[in-house]
């Protein structure tokens, strides 16, 4: 059984007699004689377990392992010391380590507790993988209003199917999610689920997008392209935004869903894929069609099966158990423990009539846990939405809820204006003219 084990220790000889034993039993074996220089070595490899001793120069191995499993839980720690302390050894534990030794004492226990800690490692891993797994499939929509459920149980008849799909409803109110759903419920499932969003290309690039293109058909193809359409064969497509779709290419795509045949861009040999289409629109396309922006024929072709999904504010008994499921996401994303949130900020959350739907929430949700203070959230956390009034007037204006907002957003990211635009929702000109506005540097 190979392993990949980290040995941090600040005692060289110890530390290179350790690592020749494990080396001996096949382990790919790395050592750091400090816990900065070992925290790199995390970054840079991929390690199964690590042997820490608890005095460290720059850190102590106890906190250490807090900040090892924060960031690696699949991977397992056991601590090293030369005093016995029960105080320390509970902590070590309760911190998440496999194991405590007392160096000389258990020296004969350390060879079979790698290898045990591997298994669990092995098993750490296994977990993770089904937990990926979960996350596929109809388990990653969330919610128990009767309005989701009814679209997600279409959702699942017509899975079985190879019809095509058309996804109705306002921007973010998870029409991707259903499509991989669909995908992922049905008999394609194991190839491929390609999307592209129809409106976030010009009518050249998003015809090469789909169908592919041959070097030289246009300025710019150097080489030979795979369109998606070949990609999705025995698979699904998911065209977001189809209502954005040039007309031209309607009829393109038109041709390729009742035949199932295409031809590339500067190319004249016919191709073929067998690909399951499902479409979304926020847009009204019986509307489109009489404003002469959308085809009729593409539409009755397209509407096979249409699932028309709630906007957020017509299941607002889904926003609690939508909001906890963001919570944990991003906690583990920003490597965050123990977050306690407050009753006021769910109610908080209830108050918005939620616009952007999903999307808004979840990166309101995102927003919150950056600014949140100790580890809570509460109405504090959501400025854009919380009613607190406080004492002094001049908290109270828009103008200075605005730049304490962006002050923090832009101290969470280091100064990184780009990132900071994106979690403000705000483009990167708009940012720039606020701080010189705000005198912020």
């Not at 040999?269 to 067998?274: A, F, G, L, N, P």
């Not at 846990?369 to 002094?392: C, F, Q, R």
């Not at 990211?413 to 912020?440: C, D, F, P, S």
């Amino acid at each position: 059984m190979s392993g990949n084990i980290l040995i941090i220790d600040d005692e060289l000889k110890l530390l290179k007699l350790l690592g020749m034993i494990l080396s001996q039993e096949d382990f790919n074996v790395k050592e750091a004689s400090t816990a900065r220089s070992a925290m790199t070595m995390l970054e840079q490899y991929e390690f199964d377990v690590v042997l820490s001793d608890v005095r460290l120069p720059d850190a102590f191995g106890v906190e250490l392992v807090k900040s090892i499993k924060t960031k690696y839980p699949h991977q397992e720690v056991i601590l090293m010391t030369a005093f016995g302390n029960i105080t320390d050894a509970v902590q070590a534990m309760k911190n998440g380590a496999y194991d405590y030794l007392v160096k000389g004492d258990d020296n004969d226990k350390i060879i079979p507790l790698v290898y045990k800690a591997l298994d669990k490692v092995k098993d750490n891993k296994s977990k993770i993988v089904q937990k990926k797994d979960s996350q596929k499939g109809f388990n990653q929509i969330i919610g128990h209003s009767p309005a989701i459920l009814e679209a997600k149980k279409l959702a699942e008849r017509v899975a079985l199917t190879d019809a095509t799909v058309l996804l109705t409803g306002e921007t973010g109110t998870g029409k991707e999610v259903f499509a991989n759903a669909i995908h992922y419920g049905s008999e394609r499932k194991k190839n491929n689920f390609v999307a592209i969003n129809c409106s976030a290309f010009s009518k050249e690039i998003l015809e090469s997008e789909l169908f592919g293109h041959k070097q030289g058909s246009f300025t710019g193809a150097v080489k030979d392209k795979k369109g998606l359409v070949e990609e999705a064969n025995g698979g699904t497509l998911f065209l977001d935004e189809i209502g954005e779709m040039p007309m031209e290419l309607q009829a393109k795509l038109l041709r390729v869903l009742e035949t199932h045949e295409f031809i590339k861009m500067g190319e004249t040999k016919v191709s073929k894929s067998d690909f399951r289409l499902i479409a979304a629109t926020n847009r009204n396309l019986e509307e489109e069609i009489k404003q002469g922006n959308f085809r009729e024929d593409l539409y009755f072709r397209l509407n096979v099966f249409e699932i028309s999904l709630p906007p957020l504010r017509e299941r607002k008994e889904d926003l609690k158990i939508l909001a906890k499921n963001f919570i944990d996401m991003f906690s583990h994303k920003l490597h965050l423990s123990a977050v306690q949130v407050f009753p006021e900020y769910y109610k908080t959350l209830e108050k918005n009539d939620w616009k952007g739907n999903i999307r808004e929430l979840r990166n309101t949700v995102e927003r919150s846990l950056i600014l949140m203070n100790e580890n809570i959230l509460n109405a504090e956390s959501l400025p854009h939405y919380s009613e607190k009034v406080t004492g002094d007037k001049d908290s109270l204006s828009i103008r200075s809820l605005e730049k304490e907002h962006i002050q923090k957003v832009l101290h969470y990211t280091k100064g990184n204006k780009a990132e900071a635009a994106r979690l403000l929702e705000i483009g990167i000109a708009t940012l720039y003219r606020k701080l010189e506005e705000y005198g912020l540097r």
